[in-house]
């Protein structure tokens, strides 16, 4: 299962679009997985980036708040659009229950929930805007695992995406960078009480700086640095998206536990990424 809705969209798509047998039979015996993914999978989808994958074993559930920002996207993989909004619990859980009752279970869960807004300073912020960002970056995930983690079978997968805005304050970010903070606690609390318990895999992901709806608006508003940088300077949605790829496969079971970083140049390397100049 993929969960989104933030962020980036871009690799939302790229993701939903690589499903594989090789993800499949062996280590899920034959569990589908479940996709959800948001309103920037629309615009992202559109642009039409390339993907190394084609769905041949994992059928996909997506969600978003409106169910015509997947409709496209499901046409094409084969997967299930679901409105769902991911803020909302009884949704969530209608929508898990929709996809395991459909597919017949779920192997692999995304969290990429997210949102923004709002961008403005501390001081400038309303309360009920902050709200909402918390509701979908943190409640959301926490609500899909909630009611989908109990589905998951032995070799099952979850990932959580979250961001270096949750090690590093930004201008204007604060809801962003509490919320995606939370997210990455929350990952290593599941590691510890679920892990083990259940025989999943945990992943906390950090993508780095990526071409999408999101940097677009950084540009538009420049509220901090991460606003100046060019989009010639930002990585391929298709990066990513092949690197939660591979963290789904058994190959990656050695980094059960572990916040992975995108930049990463071994992870890179196993993944099939080209590894970059400064990577770490």
Known sequence: MLQVSR?????????????NSQLGGREFNGRPSLTAIDHWCKSRHRRGDGTPF???GHRVALLAR???????????????????????EPAVRQ???KSATEFGGIG??????????PATRI????????????????FGPLYVLR???????????????SSGAAANPLVGWSAYCASKAGLSILTRVLVIEESDARGIRVYGFLPGLVDSDMQAFNRANRINEVGNLKRDALRPAAEPAQIMYFLCSPEAA???????NARDGVVRARAGVPVLGDAV
Request: proline fraction near 6%; charged fraction near 20%.
């Open 54 to 56: 084609r769905p041949k």
């Open 95 to 97: 929508a898990v229950h």
């Open 123 to 138: 001081l400038d912020t309303e309360p009920g805007d902050w709200t909402r960002n918390i509701e979908v970056n943190l």
């Open 7 to 19: 962020v980036l969209g871009s690799y939302n798509a790229e993701l939903a679009r690589s499903g």
């Open 147 to 161: 009611h989908a983690v109990p589905f998951l079978p032995k070799g099952g997968v979850v990932i959580n995406v």
């Open 108 to 117: 692999i869960i995304i969290n990429n929930a997210g949102l923004l807004d």
């Open 66 to 88: 409106s169910v015509a920002a997947i409709e496209k996207l499901a046409d094409e993989i084969g997967g299930l659009a679901i409105p769902c909004n991911v803020a909302d």
């Open 254 to 260: 050695d980094l059960n536990g572990q916040i992975v």
